[in-house]
């Protein structure tokens, strides 16, 4: 892991959700996102924690800092030891209006925020998400 | 989980939503209101969201049936106090609310309930 400072947010239950994207938003807040991104990161996190328990039963969220002298860059990783997504070229390209699904979850996830990146095989997942802005 | 109030005035429901809801929250708010529309004969319903920070598909989902169930019970939906930010995740999302009234803020969702209300009485 980073050397720089986070959390780690086990996602079991459904509060564990709220948890996360709350998470998620005060440590956007502390690294001076505006509220937009604030909230892009936040709904991106509620879309993927979902997600894990959903489709894995459980998993884990981590939030950390990963500026640097020139950027201020939240990244999340959001991590389980399910079933793996079969298909994900099909999971990300499913239409929003037929799906309320994986597909609706990662395509939301992946319109919000500036980095996306998927991981997957049966028996592990990860999606990595960051958002980032140029510091002053 | 707390309970969110529903409150009735007159011929209306009003709900306001000030806590971030989970979603058994959200389904357990979705049944209450219908609940309440089909035991007091609402005419109209008022769901005002200011105090949500995060409306993701899930939640957006649950407001989108919510309204439509209660159309189809009888009475007319307004949604009101989205947060700007939560209005554009939505639509970068491509979520559509489709089929739900919004307003700006409660006042203005009151008057545009009241209105709808008196063209269907016409």
């Given at each position: 892991m980073s050397t720089h400072s986070g959390v780690k947010i086990d996602l079991r239950k459904q509060s564990d959700v709220v948890a996360a994207r709350q998470s998620g938003r005060r440590i956007a807040n502390d690294l001076g996102f505006r509220s937009a991104d604030q909230t892009r990161l936040a709904t991106a996190i509620s879309e993927l924690a979902r997600n894990a328990i959903q489709y894995a039963g459980e998993g884990v969220c981590y939030i950390t800092d990963e500026s640097n002298q020139h950027t201020a860059k939240v990244q999340v990783v959001i991590e389980d030891f399910g079933p793996?997504?079969?298909?994900i070229e099909k999971a990300m390209t499913l239409g929003f209006s037929t799906s309320d699904g994986l597909g609706a979850g990662l395509q939301g996830a992946k319109r919000l925020v500036h980095e996306f990146a998927i991981e997957t095989e049966p028996g592990h997942t990860r999606v990595t998400i960051a958002v980032s802005r140029p510091k002053e | 989980m707390a309970k969110i109030p529903i409150l009735k005035l007159g011929d209306i429901l009003l709900s306001t939503i000030q806590i971030d809801l989970t979603d058994q929250d959200a389904l357990v708010f979705q049944d209450d209101l219908l609940t309440n529309v089909k035991e007091t004969n609402a005419e109209g319903v008022i769901i005002d969201?200011?105090?949500?920070d995060v409306v993701d598909s899930f939640m957006a989902r649950v407001i989108n049936d919510t309204a439509n169930m209660a159309h189809i019970l009888g009475a007319e939906v307004v949604l009101c106090g989205m947060r700007p930010d939560v209005a554009l995740a939505l639509i970068e999302m491509g979520r559509q609310l489709i089929g739900v009234e919004t307003a700006l803020n409660l006042q203005e969702g009151m008057e545009k309930l009241i209105s709808i209300i008196e063209g269907k009485r016409k």
């Open positions: 793996g997504i079969p298909d | 969201i200011t105090g949500l």
